[in-house]
C-alpha cells in the first residue's frame, strides 16, 4: 500500500478527499435508485391493483362480461379459471395463453414482474394477480401494468451520475490539490526558513502569513522558539566569555607568583609566595566548581525527590558559619516540610548567606515562615543585611551570571558574581522563587518554595 499510496500532505488529502467523497457518492446514487424505484412501483401497484380489484369483484358476481378495457394506469387484463383456462382478456392479449401456468389457486394478492413483449416491448410489466371465488369457482385476475417509467427513470439517473459523478470528483479533486497547496505554501516557506538557519543566523526569522489561523500560530511559536534560542546562544558566548575572563585573572595572578617563587632564592619567603599560590588555587577551584553546578543545572538533572525539614536545613547551614565575620540570627519555624535535594538547599542557603555577610555592615538576620491556605501553601525564607542595599533597576540584574553592581554592593570581596545565579537557578529547580524585595535598609532576598504535602496519617486495624 506505501508504493501507490501518495507521499506528500497535499497529494494524500487530495486523495482522501475524492475517496471520501466517491463512496458518498456511491452510497448516495444507490439510495437514490432504490428511492425512486421504490416510489414509482409503488404508483404502478397502486394502479394496476384497483383496476384487478374492480375485475374481481365483477368476476365474484358473476359479471365478466361488464368488464371494460384497461383503465389509464392498467394496459391489460386478462381472467383465468383454476384450470388455466382464460375466461376474459383485454384486446392487447387476445389470443395468448394464460400468463400463470395451472395451479392450485388461492385467494388473495400478489404481485409479479414480467416480461411481456406484444405489450410491453421491452419494458418490464408490473403484474397484480388478484384470486377471488366466483360462482364457476376460484379465478385468478391479472392485471399488468408497464414499468417503462421506471425503467426510463433508472436509465436517466444512472447516465446522469455516470457522466456526473466523474466530473464531481474531478471537481472536488482540482479544489482540494488548489486549496490545500495555498493553505500549505506558507508551511513551506517556513520549513525553507527553518531550514536555511544555521547556528550562526539565529537572528532569523519565519515569514508569519495574515491567516491567523493554525499555520500563522505555527509560525509564531516557530519565531519564539528561535526567540529563546538566539537568547540562549547570546547567554552562553557571554557566559563563556566571562568565565574566561574569569579564569584568566586567578591564572595570571597564580603564574606571576610562581615565577616570583622561582625568581626569589630567600626561602623565608617562599610560604608567604606559597601561600598567595594557594589562595588562588582555592580560588580557581571554587570558580571551577561554581561551573560545573552551573552546567548540571542547565542539563536540568532531574531532583532528587526527598522529603526535608527546611528549618533543619537552614538552622545547619547557619551553625555552620559560627566565627564569621558578621554574625547571623535566625528565627526559623518548625515543621517547614519541602521536597528536594538537601545538598542543593544547603547551597541556595550559603550563597545567600555569602552574598548578605559580604556586604553587611554589622548584622544578617534569616527568618522563615508559611503563607497561604491548607491547600497551597509556600515557605517563605528570607535573608536580610544592613549593607548598602541593591537599587531597584538592579534587582534583577544582580541574579545575572557573574554579575557586578556599580553602586557600592559591587565592591571586590573575593566573588566571581556566581552565588546569586547559583541559588536563583537552584531554587526555580525546586519549583520555588528568588527574588529581591523592597527593605528599609539593606538587601532583602526572598526564596519561595512550595511545601510539600502533608503525609496521610497510618491506620491499624
Not at 365474484?60 to 384450470?83: C, E, H, K, S
Not at 548578605?356 to 527568618?367: H, I
Not at 573575593?414 to 537557578?425: H, M, N, Q, V, Y
Request: aromatic share 4%; charged share 25%.
Amino acid at each position: 500500500m506505501r508504493r501507490w499510496w501518495p507521499t506528500t500532505v497535499r497529494a494524500r488529502a487530495t486523495a482522501a478527499a475524492v475517496l471520501v467523497v466517491a463512496a458518498a457518492l456511491a452510497v448516495a446514487s444507490f439510495a437514490l435508485l432504490a428511492l425512486l424505484e421504490g416510489n414509482l412501483l409503488r404508483n404502478a401497484e397502486r394502479d394496476a391493483a384497483q383496476q384487478a380489484q374492480t375485475v374481481a369483484r365483477l368476476a365474484a358476481a358473476g359479471d365478466l362480461d361488464l368488464m371494460r378495457p384497461a383503465t389509464r394506469g392498467a394496459d391489460f387484463v386478462q381472467v383465468v379459471n383454476a384450470r388455466g383456462r382464460v375466461l376474459r382478456a383485454t384486446p392487447n392479449l387476445a389470443g395468448l395463453p394464460a400468463l400463470a401456468p395451472a395451479a392450485p389457486l388461492r385467494p388473495g394478492t400478489s404481485f409479479h414482474t414480467w416480461r411481456i413483449r406484444p405489450v410491453g416491448g421491452e419494458h418490464r410489466q408490473r403484474v397484480v394477480e388478484v384470486t377471488t371465488q366466483t360462482p364457476q369457482g376460484l379465478v385468478s385476475v391479472f392485471v399488468g401494468t408497464s414499468l417503462r417509467d421506471v425503467d426510463a427513470a433508472d436509465d436517466t439517473t444512472t447516465a446522469a451520475l455516470v457522466v456526473g459523478g466523474p466530473l464531481l470528483l474531478a471537481t472536488v479533486g482540482l479544489v482540494t490539490w488548489r486549496v490545500t497547496g495555498r493553505a500549505l505554501r506558507p508551511v513551506e516557506a517556513i520549513r525553507a526558513e527553518v531550514a536555511a538557519i544555521s547556528d550562526r543566523g539565529l537572528h532569523r526569522r519565519v515569514p508569519v502569513p495574515p491567516t491567523r489561523d493554525e499555520v500563522a500560530r505555527l509560525a509564531e511559536t516557530v519565531n519564539t522558539t528561535l526567540d529563546r534560542l538566539e537568547s540562549s546562544g547570546i547567554r552562553q558566548r557571554r557566559f563563556i566569555a566571562d568565565a574566561s575572563h574569569e579564569l584568566r585573572s586567578p591564572i595570571t595572578v597564580l603564574r606571576t607568583q610562581l615565577e616570583v617563587a622561582l625568581a626569589v632564592r630567600d626561602p623565608q619567603l617562599w610560604p608567604e609566595l606559597i601561600g598567595g599560590a594557594l589562595e588562588d588555587v582555592e580560588r580557581l577551584q571554587q570558580l571551577a566548581s561554581d561551573l560545573l553546578l552551573l552546567a548540571r543545572i542547565d542539563a536540568a538533572q532531574p531532583v532528587a525527590a526527598v522529603r526535608l525539614d527546611l528549618g533543619e536545613v537552614v538552622g545547619d547551614a547557619v551553625a555552620a558559619r559560627l566565627g564569621d565575620r558578621v554574625p547571623v540570627r535566625s528565627s526559623l519555624a518548625a515543621g517547614v516540610a519541602v521536597e528536594g535535594s538537601g545538598l542543593w538547599l544547603t547551597r541556595v542557603v550559603t550563597n545567600l548567606l555569602d552574598n548578605a555577610q559580604r556586604f553587611a555592615d554589622g548584622q544578617v538576620e534569616v527568618t522563615l515562615g508559611v503563607t497561604g491556605g491548607p491547600d497551597a501553601r509556600t515557605a517563605v525564607l528570607e535573608v536580610r543585611d544592613d549593607g548598602p542595599g541593591i537599587a531597584p533597576a538592579d534587582r534583577e540584574r544582580v541574579f545575572e551570571r557573574f554579575a557586578r553592581l556599580d553602586d557600592a554592593r559591587s565592591r571586590d570581596h573575593g566573588g566571581a558574581g556566581l552565588g546569586l545565579a547559583i541559588a536563583r537557578d537552584l531554587t526555580a529547580h525546586h519549583g520555588g522563587t528568588l527574588t529581591a524585595e523592597d527593605s528599609p535598609r539593606g538587601a532583602r532576598l526572598v526564596v519561595r518554595l512550595p511545601v510539600a504535602p502533608a503525609r496521610a496519617a497510618a491506620t491499624t486495624g
